[in-house]
């Protein structure tokens, strides 16, 4: 493994932070839904609320959508962190890695919009996708230079 580029690790911390800022709201996203439709996940979640209005569920649609998205969030951010970080250290080019960086958490934070709060496609789609084969191409590419 090559010494990662110091300004390329600046950039990656950068736009890392910027997703993780991204995934911490989606648990105030997920809390509005909850109190907005009065469905909690646990029982004692009810003193919150009028208990006569509020129930336990597990299948109201829009608080799912945003619990969805979370988790969308999570299969996906997680491993490029990882994945980014092992192909910072193949030694990518400078503008290439800047460009791949940006798409990504620009793809993600769109992927957000689409899904947990204006609900369109095909938007979701494209920047579920756009940033699937960004991490795609930086897993082959870590993949064949450590093989």
């Known amino acids: 493994m090559s010494e990662i580029n110091p300004e390329l690790l600046k950039v990656f911390g950068f736009w ?3 997703l993780v800022l991204k995934m911490l709201a989606m648990v105030p996203l997920t809390a509005r839904q909850r109190f907005r439709k009065r469905v909690f996940a646990n029982q004692e979640d009810l003193v919150f609320q009028n208990k006569s209005k ?3 569920a597990y299948d109201d649609p ?3 959508r945003v619990r969805r998205a979370h988790l ?3 299969e996906n951010i997680l491993p490029w962190f990882i994945v980014t970080y092992l192909w910072l250290g193949t030694g990518p080019s400078a503008w290439l ?3 791949l ?3 990504f958490v620009l793809s993600r934070v769109a992927h957000t919009i689409s899904y947990a709060v204006y609900s369109q496609q ?3 789609a494209i920047s579920f996708f756009v940033a699937y084969a960004v991490m795609g191409f930086e897993a082959v590419k870590t993949l064949l230079y450590y093989s």
Do not use: C, Q, Y
Request: zero cysteines; charged letters at 35%.
């Open 16 to 18: 890392g932070s910027i």
């Open 54 to 56: 509020a129930k336990v």
């Open 62 to 64: 829009d608080v799912e």
């Open 72 to 74: 969308n969030d999570l």
């Open 97 to 99: 890695a800047k460009i």
């Open 101 to 103: 960086i940006r798409t």
């Open 122 to 124: 095909p938007m979701r």
